[in-house]
């Protein structure tokens, strides 16, 4: 059996100045998350659900963690909230669902790489722990693919191509930066 001592590698300060703090009970109050750990979105339309239950459309465990962790700790830092509101706006766009969907599909059955590496660092593991670390290393190529896709197709976005043709100069689209606009 391992002991706690020996999974600890070492120690870093978590540096919460882009967060802020909200206790516990501010957390009941403002219904972040359910009483119980295991909410489960409900059909019943007198079940009253949280905040968390409403936005939770993730697809693997890891992301309904990084969910938790995001409504647990609020960004604070205004540039922080606006690169977040940002990214969210880009994986909405329709002309980005293909990718998004790939991602998806990747996201799903993406191996749990910190349990791969304390297997490793148990000295417990075998033939498919080293599978599995292939897997998760070709998937996160995958993803990686995806995602310069859509910041391509981002970039493609700023251009007006139908104006730019029509003028036969490069017309830069509105609302995409407010010092170019």
């Keep these: 059996m391992l002991s706690m001592a020996s999974l600890i590698t070492n120690i870093e300060t978590l540096v919460l100045d882009d967060y802020m703090f909200i206790d516990e009970d501010s ?3 403002l219904q972040i998350f ?6 489960q979105v409900t059909t019943i339309p007198s079940a009253k659900l949280s905040v968390f239950d409403l936005l939770n459309f993730t697809g693997s465990k890891l992301g309904s963690n990084y969910l938790k962790l995001w409504l647990s700790r609020p960004l604070y830092n205004i540039d922080s ?5 940002k990214t969210i706006e880009i994986l909405l766009l329709s002309k980005n669902s ?8 990747f996201l799903k059955n993406m191996p749990n790489m910190s349990k791969l590496i304390l297997s490793l660092q148990a000295g417990k593991s075998n033939y498919r722990t080293w599978e599995s670390i292939r897997n998760f290393i070709n998937k996160a190529l995958s993803i990686t693919q995806n995602i310069y896709n859509l910041d391509k197709n ?4 700023s251009i007006d191509f139908e104006e730019s043709k029509a003028s036969n100069r490069l017309i830069i689209s509105e609302n995409v930066h407010p010092k170019l606009d």
């Design 98 to 105: 293909d990718y998004i969907s790939q991602i998806d599909l």
């Design 81 to 85: 909230i606006e690169k977040r509101q």
């Design 154 to 157: 981002e970039k493609k976005s």
């Design 27 to 29: 957390l009941y109050a």
């Design 34 to 39: 359910s009483q119980d750990s295991t909410s």
